[in-house]
């Protein structure tokens, strides 16, 4: 029996059912610029191992290559399930290997047990696992998708020494859980996975501080499987480092840690450690400013880290030291809508720091530094433009203006103000807690969950619209706040343990309305599943005055 197939970039296609994505692909290398490595079907993202049965009133298909976000996730996936498979094979099938985090696409990856006292693991080991490696992509090893009881998971978790994930098992909602197979070791990664290692073409594994990176093609549109040489982010590693030890003294670096203080009852003690965590580190930032005698403190981070609840804190820490700070934001210096500078697609760039009245708040600042009484302009963003009128500021001597927006670090902002009276603070949510050992949970996808629940709750945006201009945010980070993160002289991780456990019951109900038909669903189905290794927590557990209020509402501040 055949079926029919609308296959993009080809068209419609008559094949026989039973059929896989594999072959399909095999058939039609045509479809992608590259090397297919997955498919969206039916607008839902899927392995190429999948087959198209009768099932299926109407298969739409559209192959992906490493330039597509899905396929390049799948991509770091598969590579650290090889990276892992080379190091059991080398020291040991018991041997802890830890993906910490990711910095700038590349993992930071640990071997406890042969990292010397700077942390550094022997540059012979991590040649042999880069050989390795390199020897079972040329074997092209199958990647196997095998499903099993959960309580066979379980004894191959605990078989190959992840007893984290073991645990993580416990929380399972359903009998049965996938693990991935490749050459007799057997792993469980959450998403998808590639085919076999065959397609893992391009990597380098390279020594740092604290570990070893594993380093990813640039997957751009040109030249997409180069590898650069690895960027030195210090003061963002640190930061990642100083959140790890966070997880320590929480006891919470894995969900399934998490969660079992959630089952114990003690969550709310984790809940008011991390709060207290916040509170420490707001302290000694508002202490730092004030030894400095700074005058103006620049607030800059990515899309949903907190920057308007941050700075709102930041007021009280610094008050308590003595000073008399005052608030402004930057969103009030955008420029009218109609004078924005337009992006490469011919709409108004938001993003950029040309969208700011420059000239203006230069002149703003200098008055207000030189003690005099400023009008600071008020943006309407439902009209898009300034109101007529805006709001009089003067600083007291020796006060202190805490300004935040995305452009805080660029020094173009405020380029009429001697460096000697700023202090600038990154602040972004680099999250201390893992899945397990070989899941991070990304720092990108707990900022858009935040986001979806914001826009939500306060600016009457659905899911699907936030997913959709996610991308746009992204790319204007990359280019407008992440080159300037080293200038900044303190870095706030504004990340809690325990949100994704508040933030689940607001944010799957919205989630849920984006349906298979829209094409924001891929996207939506896999936060779905990636939320539902947590188990809730109540949002009435929240104080008045975290961050995460910023997100689901009842703020002690107004924001």
Known sequence: MNITVNLASVGQLEIPAGTTLSVLAKRHPEACEHRILMAKLNNELRELRFSLTVDWDSCAVEFLDIT??????AYQSSMAFLMIYAVKQILG???????QHSINKNFLCKLPEFQDERGRTDEGVIARIESRMAEAIGKNFPIERCSMPVETCQRLALEFGMEDKAELLRYRRTSNASFYRLDGYYDYFYGQMLMDTGDLTAFKLRNTENGFLLCFPNAGREDPYRVDEPETFTKVSQVFEESARWGIILKVDTVAALNAHICNGTINNIIHISEALHDKKLAQIAEDICRQRKRLVLISGPSSSGKTTFAHRLFIALSVNGARPKVVSLDNYYM???????????????????????????????????????????????TAKREPHGVPLKLEEDGILIMEGIHGLNERLTASISKDLKFKIFISALTQLN?????????????????IVRDSQFRGAPAAKTIKMWPSVLRGERVYIFPFQEEADATFNSALAYEMCV??????????????????????????????????VSSELVLPNSLLREFIGGSCFAI
């Not at 009245?357 to 008055?367: E, K, R, S």
């Open 68 to 73: 597509d976000p899905g396929a390049f996730r």
């Open 336 to 382: 009218n809508r109609d004078d924005v500078p337009l992006d490469e697609f011919g709409q108004p760039d938001l993003e950029t720091i040309d969208s700011i009245d420059l000239p203006q708040i230069n002149a703003d600042l200098t008055g207000l530094l030189s003690g005099e009484t400023v009008e600071i302009p008020r943006f309407n963003f439902l």
């Open 503 to 536: 933030l689940k019951q607001f944010v799957e109900p919205l989630l849920f309305k984006i349906t298979r038909d829209m094409p924001e669903y891929a996207q939506a189905r896999r936060l779905i599943k990636f939320l539902d290794a947590f188990l809730g």
């Open 435 to 451: 899945i397990d050992d070989h899941n991070r949970v990304p720092t990108t996808d707990s900022r858009l969950i935040r986001r």
């Open 93 to 99: 099938k018991k041997t802890r290997v830890i993906i």
